[in-house]
């Protein structure tokens, strides 16, 4: 089965700092890969995915991440992040034809006003 | 009103005990999933079903068991509740595309 790894467990930033965050997946076949955020108190909601075609995906606020098949990583980025970006951020892989959603264990992102 | 509902949203129970969580969700999708989060472990996939008839196990499902009443509406059942099952349980559905719609989450607490 597929797995899904997040090197970062807790990343803290101030304001306007750049940010990536890593994530690697171990599976050969073909996948679906996704970010999801979860704001303190509230539900998981998605950030961005990614199926095929241009391996750089742009999401809502900001957020872009890159497939890069050859590493098996999907790494989240945004150019300068806000205090209101504070969250927990999941990488989340699937395989085609599979629905066993993998995610990874999380990374806690704490941005400094 | 929310897509995906939970109830309830927070329970505790003592060990032995059997206890449901339920999840209900308009937005007419035919998948859905139970995970659990713990932390430092994000979260795992304890069962999903992508139609009434069809339940599937996941990465977790030992003590669990689950129940799809109708397109709407996915259970879970702890039949005899143990601490190490406290967790953040969150249910979730899926369009075509994958995307996951999760349920505002239950906090269970085991004592």
């Known amino acids: 089965a597929q797995s899904v790894s997040q090197h970062n467990h807790h990343v803290i930033l101030s304001e306007a700092a750049s940010l990536e965050l890593g994530c690697n997946y171990s599976?050969?076949?073909?996948?679906?890969l996704f970010w999801y955020v979860q704001y303190p108190g509230q539900h998981l909601q998605l950030l961005l995915k990614?199926?095929?075609?241009?391996?750089l995906v742009k999401g809502i606020k900001g957020f872009e991440a890159e497939f890069i098949k050859s590493k098996f990583s999907f790494n989240l980025r945004k150019p300068s992040v806000q205090w209101s970006d504070t969250a927990e951020y999941f990488c989340?892989?699937?395989?085609?034809?599979?629905?066993?959603?993998?995610f990874g264990a999380g990374t806690r992102l704490t941005v400094k006003p | 009103d929310a897509d995906v509902t939970q109830t309830p949203r927070n329970r505790i129970t003592k060990t032995g005990k059997r206890i449901m969580l339920e999840c209900s969700q308009t937005?007419?999708?035919?998948?859905m999933y139970w995970y659990r989060q713990d932390p430092g472990l994000g979260l795992r996939l304890i069962y999903y079903?992508?139609?009434?008839?069809?339940?599937n196990k996941g990465e977790i499902s030992d003590g669990y068991s689950v129940s799809r009443q109708a397109q709407a509406k996915f259970s879970l059942s702890l039949e005899s509740a143990i601490p190490n099952q406290t967790a953040l349980y969150f249910c979730?559905?899926?369009?075509?595309?994958?995307?996951?719609?999760f349920g505002p989450g239950t906090r269970l607490l085991v004592l």
């Open positions: 989340a892989v699937n395989t085609y034809n599979n629905n066993d959603m993998r």
């Open positions: 599976y050969g076949g073909t996948v679906n």
């Open positions: 979730a559905t899926s369009d075509f595309e994958e995307t996951q719609y």
């Open positions: 937005k007419g999708h035919d998948r």
């Open positions: 079903s992508f139609d009434v008839k069809d339940i």
């Open positions: 990614y199926f095929s075609g241009d391996p």
